[in-house]
């Protein structure tokens, strides 16, 4: 590539008039959108001829990210140095005024002035594309070479020139703010701590100490790269210096940047004096236009000005301008949560400028994907045709990364996982392990619900394709388990072993459907059918740890009559039956005394020493009108309840707020539940009262004496039971599958940016063999459980250690692996031995977890968005994507529809026809369809996830089509005008 390219006009730019005499620039405004432009601009054609070649998202991702300073020329103590006055990563920061913090990063505001003064300045400066240099003094000497060369510079100001550009920089470094309260007590080492240069007064070759060292490298990525932005203003100029040079292999620049990473941009401004704050914004907006991804593409690959400034003329013809008077410009304008994807930006943005295209080719993408018959199935649920086919593809999937599952947990944030989903699952085993026991008469209690939990899950953990599930009793098969045990009793039928049957024929069935790749039929669950489901078990949590909360009132009576006035008046003492068993109440209050020793003398007549217990033992009674007096146990069960809640909330969104450090907000995030339940313990502790304890099983028997741990298949009911079974058995498949694959769906959505896929056969293989286990040995039955799998997910969420300033941390996905779910079965399944421990952690605290996992799950769906809704006026609602193309009445319909699909399955499972449960599970994807014909499907595209239809492959191989004859036609045209010339005038119809 050439070396420079000094001056060169840029007719195909307009070039722009010569500047008057003020110095000011006129250019000509970019005509890239002009509607008087018989075609495409030149500019727009010649960056997009740039850019096609290798453009693509596997080449964006590989672009290293940019960083950029900018230094000015200032005086100091020490005479010039070249002073560090801002930076970028994607966000501007400033020094601010004294120099002794940097400001909060902010959004770049520019003045359209400063951007037509730099277009001037790349257009008549000298510029090196390609530049092969090893150090800042040997590009400083090209630069001044190309400028003599084309703008005749005296050489009596070369030396001087020279020894400028060199001077020593001055960085900002930031400390921590433990080390700037003690440098504060010593001011003479204060400015050499803020403010680090060159010992030498002038640029090192090699990176100084504090560079090495600087806390700020964390913030910028680890193969980034930088562009230095150099202006000031030089009493022996008489004309502007300028300079813009691109190396062709970066080069660590020694002490002139920040950070110490390799430069791969330089662009230097000196000139004559009295104009420093036109220096100063032409520096800024050389710096904002470096921070611009498609200029960062046109200047790497640009071979000279021409192509230089057609990427200026690009970012004028992008700019939004803020009319003076209007705003105030010395706001600060902070950065958005979220930005548009760089990639998709360019990518639209050459597709707008294809000259067949007429600008609607990004349009009809961005239709098409919305429009019926485009919802492409991924890999995952793609047929096969094979029997078991999907299974067998399921398994190649997944092998190769078995390992990895395993090596992918040593990491601390599994760790927090562990503690968390298991005390969850241990709450979730107990609860409904009661709820069994009392719907079965103990045939299954909280044993056999701790047992089943502990083998299934980690068998599901080993074997599954999707091993951050969670498997678990669930509401609706409790439901279904209730309804069969009344329907055995009621008929003289041993419930067991009808259940078994049951049980066999749901394997059978299930096995069928993998064998027949039923999973195939998960992608027509929309988004409708996948919130109703999430809602109705979200729900149910919230309602059973209320639930339970209301129940203790009963058991721990809040005490009305008592009267703290009349404290005095309340006695109560242990009447002892005789004087003469003082022998049993000494070995009771002195157990350690020895046998010939005599106990003090001491006045038991009233018992007041006893505790309620000892006086039982000693066959005494209470006395006193206080005896009858009831803690208000009830009152402090509320109070750990709702504090566990609220307290997990703040302390998972003290992640995000601006307190204390990053390292700690993500510790305290990622173990925020266990910090919450730790914290809560040893409140009641410190109270020390009587509250329910965690009671768990200490014994390895069945909760019912009368059953084994086997189930007979034969013999306690008649013959026609079996076959009859599969009536039944349909029901409950229905419901096993619409469960566990729901659960799967939501699990495996795009957002989680999943790596290594999905496993929707593979998981219902493993429950459908699961079932044959639990009903030999009868366990209960146990499925994806929504709530509990997400709070896992959400467990092992990963966010980018790496972020730049004003940037919200970047999610990476999730902690795939198999360890975490298993550790967790494994402790339920010991917590037996466990048991000493456990009885510490108040039954409250847990069902304030309970409580959590509910709402997280339910605030995480768009249905509670829109619910919300309908309590704002229209000009108070959050500029929702889908308020900006659905009508409101169309929103509030939707919503109301939902809402009373929810509300139907609430009632259905909750009634004596709750038998049909399952069916009506199944009819939200009929509802679903149904409403195709009550909304337009264009709205219903935003609302919800469009039904796959028949043409889907067809509708997509003809837009394939299209794109392609557009690929090539831009091709053949691009051909054309390089042989034939510019004479050629493309029209766009």
């Known amino acids: 590539m050439p070396e420079a390219s000094a001056g060169e006009e840029c007719p195909a730019a307009g070039a722009g008039r010569e500047p008057p005499s003020g110095g000011g620039a006129v250019p000509r405004a970019p005509s890239g959108r002009s509607i008087f432009a018989p075609g495409a601009a030149a500019p727009a054609e010649t960056v997009r001829r740039l850019l096609r070649p290798g453009e693509g998202a596997e080449g964006a991702a590989g672009r290293p990210a940019l960083f950029i300073q900018l230094s000015e020329l200032l005086g100091g103590p020490a005479g010039l140095q070249w002073r560090q006055t801002a930076r970028w990563i994607k966000f501007e920061e400033k020094v601010e005024d004294g120099g002794e913090r940097w400001s909060k990063p902010q959004v770049a505001t520019v003045s359209l002035h400063a951007l037509f003064e730099l277009r001037t300045c790349l257009q008549k400066g000298s510029l090196l594309l390609g530049l092969e240099a090893h150090n800042f003094r040997q590009i400083v000497e090209k630069a001044i070479e190309a400028h003599v060369e084309s703008h005749a510079l005296?050489?009596?100001?070369?030396?001087?020139?020279?020894?400028?550009?060199?001077?020593?920089?001055?960085?900002?470094?930031?400390?921590?703010?433990?080390?700037?309260?003690?440098?504060?007590?010593?001011?003479?080492?204060?400015?050499?701590?803020?403010?680090?240069?060159?010992?030498?007064?002038?640029?090192?070759e090699a990176p100084l100490k504090e560079q090495l060292k600087n806390r700020f490298r964390k913030k910028v990525p680890a193969e980034a790269e930088v562009a230095n932005v150099l202006v000031g203003e030089a009493a022996f100029l008489e004309k502007p210096f300028i300079a813009f040079v691109r190396l062709q292999e970066a080069v660590l620049l020694g002490s002139l940047t920040e950070v110490a990473f390799p430069s791969r941009f330089l662009f230097i401004l000196l000139g004559p004096r009295a104009k420093a704050r036109a220096y100063h914004e032409i520096g800024r907006a050389a710096a904002v236009l470096l921070t611009d991804e498609l200029f960062q593409r046109v200047a790497q690959k640009a071979s000279g000005v021409q192509e230089l400034l057609a990427g200026v003329d690009e970012f004028l013809d992008e700019l939004t301008v803020l009319p003076p008077g209007k705003w105030d410009p010395t706001t600060r304008i902070a950065p958005p949560k979220c930005l548009p994807s760089a990639q998709k930006r360019i990518s639209m943005h050459l597709r707008e400028r294809s000259p067949h295209s007429n600008g609607n080719v990004s349009s009809a993408e961005d239709l098409s994907s919305h429009a019926p018959g485009h919802h492409p199935a991924s890999e995952e649920l793609k047929r096969t045709g094979r029997l078991f086919g999907g299974l067998v593809r399921d398994l190649r999937r997944k092998a190769p990364w078995y390992g990895s599952d395993f090596r992918d947990a040593l990491h601390v944030q599994c760790f927090s996982a562990v503690l968390y989903i298991y005390l969850a699952t241990v709450t979730n085993a107990i609860t409904f392990g009661g709820m069994l026991g009392d719907a079965t008469d103990n045939m299954q209690g909280v044993l056999e619900n701790f047992l089943g939990t502990a083998c299934a899950g980690a068998f599901f953990c080993l074997f599954a394709g999707q091993p951050l599930t969670i498997l678990s009793s669930t509401g609706p098969v409790l439901v279904f388990?209730?309804?069969?045990?009344?329907?055995?009793?009621?008929?003289?039928?041993?419930?067991?072993?009808?259940?078994?049957?049951?049980?066999?024929?749901?394997?059978?069935?299930?096995?069928?459907?993998?064998?027949?790749?039923?999973?195939?039929?998960?992608?027509?669950?929309?988004?409708?059918?996948?919130?109703?489901?999430?809602?109705?078990?979200?729900?149910?949590?919230?309602?059973?740890?209320?639930?339970?909360?209301?129940?203790?009132?009963?058991?721990?009576?809040?005490?009305?009559?008592?009267?703290?006035?009349?404290?005095?008046?309340?006695?109560?003492?242990?009447?002892?039956?005789?004087?003469?068993?003082?022998?049993?109440?000494?070995?009771?209050?002195?157990?350690?005394?020895?046998?010939?020793?005599?106990?003090?003398?001491?006045?038991?007549?009233?018992?007041?020493?006893?505790?309620?217990?000892?006086?039982?033992?000693?066959?005494?009674?209470l006395v006193g009108s206080s005896c009858n007096y009831v803690p208000d146990i009830t009152f402090v069960c509320f109070i750990l309840f709702l504090g566990t809640f609220l307290c997990s909330m703040a302390l998972k969104n003290f992640k995000s707020s601006r307190y204390f450090p990053t390292v700690l907000r993500r510790l305290v995030g990622d173990f925020s539940i266990i910090l919450t339940i730790l914290l809560f313990c040893g409140i009641d502790a410190a109270l020390g009262l009587e509250t329910p304890k965690l009671i768990v099983p200490s014994k390895f028997k069945p909760t019912n004496p009368t059953r084994g741990w086997l189930v007979p298949p034969f013999g306690a009911n008649a013959w026609w039971i079996y076959p009859a079974a599969a009536v039944p058995a349909v029901l409950v498949i229905i419901l096993i599958f619409m469960d566990q694959q729901i659960t799967a769906v939501i699990l495996n959505r795009k957002e989680y940016k999943l790596q290594k896929g999905a496993g929707f056969h593979l998981d219902f293989f493993c429950v459908s063999l699961l079932m044959i286990f639990t009903s030999v040995m009868g366990l209960p039955w146990y499925v994806s459980a929504t709530v509990i799998s997400l709070a896992h997910m959400d467990s092992l969420k990963k966010e980018g250690a790496t972020c730049a300033p004003g940037e919200q941390p970047a999610f990476l996905g999730i902690r795939e692996q198999r360890v975490t779910g298993l550790l967790v079965f494994l402790l339920t399944g010991l917590s037996v031995f466990l048991a000493p421990v456990l009885k510490f952690i108040p039954m409250p605290v847990l069902y304030g977890i309970f409580l959590y996992m509910g709402v997280s799950a339910l605030s995480s769906i768009q249905l509670v968005g829109r619910l919300q809704l309908l309590l704002m006026p229209a000009k108070q609602q959050p500029d929702l994507i889908y308020l900006r193309h659905v009508p409101l009445r169309q929103v509030h319909l939707f919503t109301f529809i939902q809402v009373l699909?929810?509300?139907?399955?609430?009632?259905?499972?909750?009634?004596?026809?709750?038998?049909?449960?399952?069916?009506?599970?199944?009819?939200?994807?009929?509802?679903r369809k149904a409403m195709e014909r009550i909304f337009p499907l264009n709205h219903l595209s935003w609302l919800d996830d469009i039904m796959p239809e028949k043409d889907r492959q067809e509708e997509e191989e003809k837009l394939k089509r299209t794109c392609d004859q557009e690929e090539s036609g831009d091709e053949e045209t691009e051909l054309m005008y390089q042989e034939k010339g510019p004479e050629i005038n493309i029209s766009v119809n």
């Open 154 to 204: 005296r050489p009596e100001l070369l030396k001087k020139l020279s020894h400028t550009l060199l001077l020593s920089p001055q960085h900002h470094i930031t400390t921590s703010q433990l080390k700037s309260l003690i440098e504060t007590a010593k001011p003479s080492c204060f400015d050499k701590a803020k403010i680090h240069s060159s010992p030498k007064g002038e640029v090192s």
């Open 481 to 621: 388990e209730r309804l069969l045990f009344s329907f055995s009793k009621d008929y003289h039928l041993d419930y067991l072993e009808f259940r078994l049957w049951i049980g066999l024929w749901v394997a059978f069935f299930g096995l069928v459907l993998v064998a027949t790749e039923a999973s195939h039929l998960v992608q027509y669950f929309t988004r409708f059918t996948e919130e109703g489901f999430c809602a109705l078990i979200s729900c149910i949590f919230i309602y059973d740890a209320a639930k339970k909360m209301l129940s203790l009132a009963e058991h721990y009576p809040v005490n009305w009559d008592y009267k703290i006035s009349r404290v005095t008046s309340y006695r109560c003492s242990c009447g002892m039956p005789e004087r003469g068993n003082s022998s049993l109440l000494n070995r009771t209050l002195f157990p350690t005394l020895s046998s010939s020793g005599e106990p003090p003398h001491l006045d038991f007549g009233n018992g007041s020493l006893l505790t309620r217990k000892e006086c039982a033992h000693l066959g005494g009674h």
């Open 901 to 927: 699909c929810l509300a139907a399955l609430w009632i259905l499972k909750s009634t004596a026809a709750a038998i049909v449960f399952p069916l009506m599970l199944l009819a939200l994807v009929g509802m």
